[in-house]
Structure formats: structure tokens, C-alpha cells
């Protein structure tokens, strides 16, 4: 009878020991994922001659793929800090990478790379040269582009308006703003007619109301001779900036010339967007906090829930036993943001212990 009760005690032990070894493992997966950052379809066209070099191949798709990276997670300026940034130094920022659609087309080798960069090495390494990297969140925004030819002293809106014709017909992969333009109504075309005296002080309110989208941009367009002033009205994450740009001679029959308005817009916007979600990489926050190791769904939870907040940087598990689970956590910001972010997930921490308790 006491061996039977033996033999009980000993199969809990396994299940609780094997249901936590099923939990760290697949922690560790998902936190490997949320530890780096992912650069899709790369493509790398080459020559196929004699002196044909895969290696080489490969080089150009990491250079191509950390430009991409950079494009997506550094602001314009910062930008020109890491232009000259060396093939080795970026190979040591890679974590892995895949090969695929491998084809070879009038003597031409086609391949795309998916390419996996450390997301601790990648923020060391900007954190050396003085950047501070953003999260890369994508956002769809409504903007509102509005014309004004002073010339013919009228508002050119929807179809007469080249930058409303033309703001979606092109977009760069690096962008992470969405642009979602107001339909064709002629209700707006009257409100923003009558309101041209004093457009810049208007406050659009007639027109975003009609769209479920809390983020916009009014882009406010003065047509003068061969020269832009542009006035631009931001609102991103209840944050507003107002910017303005001028643009000397600028011909707006000129594809080149209305391209590069197009561009010098976009990145003015991907780059307020960037600030608003930089990573001080500077604070580095060291927390332990520890978790009911039989609450198998509450792990669960909990380790999803720490690979979706963006300002954890690093998660270990330190050790664990069939009473808890102790996790290390490197957060880049302070404790009232991190228990702030775990409140907004639902997830209470208890702080009165020098070991944080998940509730």
C-alpha cells in the first residue's frame, strides 16, 4: 500500500515536471521569435558567369536586409550615423536566415531571403552609435490632402488633386504608416471651399468624423508659382505636431518633382512616428518576478503576454521547481511603465517582495 502511494506521488512529480519542461520549451520558442527582428523577401538578382560566388549572394542579401532594418526601426537622421556600417559587423548582428524561390532566368540567379536579426545584439550595436531605435509598429492613419493652387486662388480636392491621385500608388517596404484617403465627396469639397481664407485654422472635425479612425494627417498644399508651402496637421497616438515644409522649384507637371514631394512627406511622417515609439535602449531595468508553476494556464498567459510588450528586451528563466517559476526580465523603461503595461494586459503584480509576484 505504501508503495502504491509512492508510485502516485511519483507520477504527480513527473506530470507537474514534464508540464513545466512543456512550458519552458515552449517559452523559449516563442521568446526566440519575439528576440529578433524579421526582414522578409529580400530579393538578390546576380549575374550567373564563371566567377559566380555564393557567398557573395549571400553578403549582398544581409547588406540589403540591414538596410531594409535600419529603414524600418531608425529615423532619416539617425540613418546617416550607420550608412558605413561593415559586411562583418552585420554578420554578427544576424541570427539566422532562409534561402528560397532560388531560379535562374537568362543567365541571372534569382533568390529571396528572409533574414533574422538579433534583437539584443541590433540594439547593442545602435545603443554604440548614440541611435535609439523604434518599435516597429505599423499604423493606418487617414490623411486628408487638400490642394490650394493660389494662382487660380481654388482648392483642388479628390480627382483634381495629383497628391490624392497619386499618395497610394507607391509605398516603400519600410513604411509602417498606412494611409487610408477620404472617398470622393463633394459635401468636402464644399467645406473646405468655403473655409480657404482661414483653412489653417480649421479643424477638419466635418470631414475625420466620418471615418472610424482615431490617427490622422491634414495635408494642407500652397501652390505658388515654382515653389510648395506645405503645412501639415499630425495627430498619431493622441499626439499632435503641426509641421511645415517649403519646397523651391517644384513643377507639378513634373512626375520626378511630384514624386519627390511624395517622398520628402512620407518620411517627414514615418519619422514622427519613429519618435513617438523610440526605445531609450539606456534603461535597462533588471526585474525577477516569480509565477505558481502549477497554474499551467496562467504561465501560458503570462509568457504570451511578455512576448508582446514591446520595451522587454531580454527574458530568461532562471530556475524553477514545482512550486514556482522565476523569470529575469530586462525592460527598457521604468517600473511604473512596466506595471502599467502588465495592468493593461490584465495581469496584476504583486510588489511588496524584492521578487515581484504575478497575482
Not at 529580400?42 to 542579401?61: A, H, Q, R, T, Y
Not at 483634381?160 to 465627396?185: G, Q
Request: proline fraction near 2%.
Amino acid at each position: 500500500m505504501q508503495i502504491k502511494k509512492n508510485l502516485n506521488s511519483l507520477d504527480k512529480l513527473y506530470i507537474i515536471f514534464f508540464s513545466i519542461v512543456l512550458f519552458i520549451n515552449l517559452f523559449i520558442t516563442a521568446t526566440s521569435r519575439a528576440s529578433i527582428f524579421e526582414i522578409t523577401d529580400v530579393e538578390i538578382i546576380e549575374p550567373f558567369k564563371l566567377n559566380f560566388n555564393k557567398e557573395k549572394v549571400i553578403d549582398k542579401g544581409f547588406k540589403k536586409a540591414f538596410v531594409r532594418l535600419m529603414a524600418v526601426i531608425t529615423t532619416t537622421e539617425d540613418k546617416n550615423k550607420i550608412k558605413n556600417t561593415s559586411l562583418s559587423t552585420i554578420k554578427r548582428l544576424v541570427d539566422s536566415f532562409t534561402m528560397s524561390n532560388e531560379t535562374f532566368i537568362n543567365n541571372e540567379y534569382h533568390v529571396k531571403f528572409d533574414v533574422n536579426f538579433s534583437k539584443k545584439n541590433t540594439l547593442n550595436f545602435l545603443e554604440r552609435k548614440n541611435v535609439f531605435p523604434s518599435i516597429p509598429k505599423t499604423k493606418k492613419v487617414l490623411l486628408i490632402p487638400v490642394l490650394i493652387d493660389l494662382e487660380q486662388d481654388k482648392v483642388l480636392f479628390h480627382s483634381d488633386n495629383i497628391f490624392y491621385k497619386k499618395w497610394n500608388k507607391e509605398t516603400k517596404k519600410h513604411f509602417l504608416l498606412e494611409y487610408i484617403l477620404p472617398s470622393e465627396d463633394l459635401e468636402d469639397i464644399s467645406i473646405f471651399s468655403k473655409n480657404m481664407s482661414s483653412i489653417e485654422d480649421y479643424d477638419f472635425e466635418e470631414v475625420i468624423n466620418k471615418y472610424d479612425i482615431n490617427d490622422y494627417i491634414v495635408t494642407i498644399i500652397y501652390k505658388n508659382s515654382d515653389h510648395l508651402r506645405i503645412l501639415s496637421k499630425i495627430k498619431l497616438n493622441q499626439l499632435f505636431k503641426v509641421d511645415n515644409q517649403k519646397l523651391e522649384k517644384i513643377d507639378l507637371a513634373s512626375e520626378k518633382d511630384i514624386d519627390f514631394t511624395l517622398l520628402k512627406l512620407k518620411n517627414v511622417y514615418e519619422n514622427y512616428w519613429k519618435k513617438i515609439n523610440q526605445i531609450n535602449t539606456s534603461i535597462k531595468l533588471p526585474i525577477t518576478v516569480s509565477l505558481d508553476s502549477k497554474s499551467y494556464k496562467k504561465v501560458e498567459h503570462f509568457e504570451k503576454i511578455l512576448n508582446k510588450i514591446d520595451l522587454i528586451s531580454q527574458v530568461e528563466i532562471l530556475k524553477f521547481n514545482n512550486q514556482n517559476i522565476y523569470y529575469k526580465i530586462i525592460y527598457n523603461g521604468s517600473p511604473k511603465k512596466f506595471l502599467n503595461d502588465m495592468e493593461n494586459k490584465k495581469i496584476k503584480i504583486s510588489t511588496q517582495n524584492q521578487i515581484w509576484e504575478v497575482q
